[in-house]
């Protein structure tokens, strides 16, 4: 593989070009490595000298929550399967440098406004239609639809013109330039435009990727079949996967120990001590992928119009305590959205609120409080109600009663869309990993034309604009992340509680298992070794 990086002076400047020696053959030598970003505390042996991977076997993953058709564009908890049955055009390593995929090379233009787009050859759906330029032009404009759920519109709207070059080479036209045009790349599914409305209403999913979807059984769990006609040859190895919906915390956590499933990332953070005692399981965690904890704040709600009220609740909860007896120890306490991978990470922006019940009770009472009664909305899962519960505990001490309002996922996610949250809600987040202007122009909690909390600020807007446009290295870049950081701590719209990205729990047979930046579940490379 020959990679060369360029630097445009209003583009990219580390992902910018890469020209590939051999086109097509360029990925077989990859393997998809992809994320590999979860650090084990037991990590599995590669299998037996000499055997290398094994063919055959399906794989079970016990997730505790069902696919939601309706919200196949968005990144949300029911993701995990896209990839399965869908590719994308790139892929993030670890130090967010993209790699093939779908494209198998791509070069901007030197002011930033194109790209042009090499894409792969002899890939087909699973209906046998080729895969062309048209279905790239179409996922593009897919996203651009008011229609679909998806967060990152506003980078897919950037794009206002297509020129195809046959079938296999496509020019992507910019409004303006943006520094997060490989983030879209990674997050956009390239599903198939004649049956996009037999995918959202769940009746039939058409992708180019490794698994077929062959039954979605509702409240029960999906099945999948190997891909014979994969375009990477040998891959994958599993026969087939399935998705077994287990809410209950015991039960799913039964399965895993029992040998019923073999895959998790939905193990609640109390008994993540028990499968570290459980000999067959080894515990992995993505440090560099994408997930926070956080309070979200609808600014419209008296008093929680009151900045000063908001940063009194960021004050008032205990990070640390949440960390390490809610979530395991697993995580970061921070009170900023960004892992210590970001580039917008410091120190001081993690530590600028800490637990100080004192201070907040002063905040308060200046504010003209002593008491307060507010609802809180949370997802009705195990791990995420404990949550709940440790910050409606913490917000006792203060003065501020809290109503639990526990919401079944899909709808959850559907109002964080619809801007339907009471005055609080407990959620987690992810869009914090990638590129940093990409969290503030289509994170539904951070959006800053349009986010659940309604909040709204010229000065916001104006530095999130223009982070998002200007290069991703150099001081501008710097001032502009350290600013829209400042920004989120001083108006406290959103508190971050906890950077936590997946945690996975495995048998130890299973080898091979890699999440994308967006938790898209990657089995190109997973066998189970006996």
């Keep these: 593989m020959t990679e060369l990086y360029s630097t445009p002076s209003t583009a990219l400047s580390r992902r ?44 079970t993953v016990a997730v505790n929550s069902d696919f939601t058709p309706s919200l196949l564009f968005a990144q949300s908890g029911q993701s995990l399967q896209h990839r399965l049955i869908y590719n994308t055009l790139t892929r993030y390593d670890d130090r967010l440098r993209p790699q093939p995929e779908l494209a198998t090379s791509w070069e901007y233009a030197r002011d930033g406004r194109s790209i042009t787009l090499k894409l792969r050859t002899g890939v087909t759906y699973h209906d046998g239609r080729p895969f062309t330029a048209d279905d790239v032009i179409f996922a593009v404009k897919n996203l651009q639809n008011p229609l679909r759920a998806a967060q990152l519109r506003a980078t897919a709207a950037a794009v206002t013109g297509f020129e195809k070059r046959g079938d296999h080479e496509l020019v992507l036209r910019l409004a303006h330039p943006v520094n997060n045009l490989f983030d879209l790349f990674e997050f956009m599914i390239v599903t198939d435009r004649h049956s996009v409305e037999d995918a959202v209403a769940g009746k039939r999913l058409n992708g180019t990727g490794p698994f077929e979807l062959t039954k979605w059984s509702p409240g029960t769990g999906l099945r999948f079949t190997r891909n014979e006609k994969y375009w990477q040859p040998d891959r994958p190895y599993l026969d087939g996967v399935e998705f077994r919906v287990v809410p209950q915390a015991d039960a799913l956590l039964s399965s895993l120990r029992t040998g019923q499933s073999q895959l998790s990332f939905s193990v609640p953070g109390k008994n993540l001590a028990v499968v570290a005692s459980t000999p067959d399981l080894a515990i992995s965690e993505y440090t560099t992928g994408g997930g926070a904890f956080y309070l979200g704040v609808n600014t419209t709600v008296a008093p929680l119009n009151d900045k000063t009220v908001r940063q009194a609740l960021a004050w008032a909860v205990d990070r640390e305590r949440i960390l390490k007896q809610v979530l395991g120890g697993y995580g970061l306490a921070s009170a900023t959205p ?11 922006g993690r530590t600028h609120y800490t637990y100080d019940p004192g201070k907040a009770r002063e905040l308060l009472k200046s504010a003209g409080h002593s ?14 109600t404990a949550v709940a519960e440790a910050i ?5 001490q203060i003065g501020v009663q809290v109503t639990l309002r526990p919401t079944d996922p899909a709808t959850a996610q559907k109002n964080l869309i619809a801007q339907k949250m009471p005055g609080l809600w407990a959620m987690s987040h992810g869009f914090a990993q990638v590129q940093p202007s990409t969290l503030a122009v ?16 010229a000065a916001y807007t104006k530095v999130v604009r223009e982070a998002w446009t200007t290069p991703e290295t150099g001081a501008r870049a710097n001032t502009l992340r350290q600013q829209i950081t400042d920004t989120l701590l001083d108006e406290a719209f959103i508190i971050d509680l906890v950077i936590r990205g997946a945690v996975q729990v495995a048998a130890k047979k299973l080898h091979g298992v ?17």
Excluded at 514 to 530: E, I, R, V
Aim: some cysteine; proline content about 7%; overall charge positive.
């Design 338 to 348: 960004w892992p210590k991978s970001s580039p917008a990470f410091s120190e001081t």
């Design 514 to 530: 890699t999440l994308n930046k967006f938790s898209y579940l990657n089995l190109d490379d997973a066998y189970l070794a006996g």
């Design 16 to 59: 910018t070009t890469l020209r590939a020696a051999g086109g097509g053959t360029l990925l077989l030598g990859l393997g998809l490595a992809g994320c590999r970003s979860a650090v084990s505390e037991a990590e599995a042996p590669a299998g037996k000298a000499g055997t290398g991977p094994r063919r055959g076997g399906t794989l």
């Design 371 to 384: 008491r307060l009664d507010l609802p809180l909305l949370h997802i009705n899962l195990p791990g995420d």
């Design 392 to 396: 409606q505990y913490d917000l006792k």
């Design 442 to 457: 289509s994170a539904y909690p951070f959006n800053e034309a349009k986010n659940t909390s309604k909040f709204r600020s």
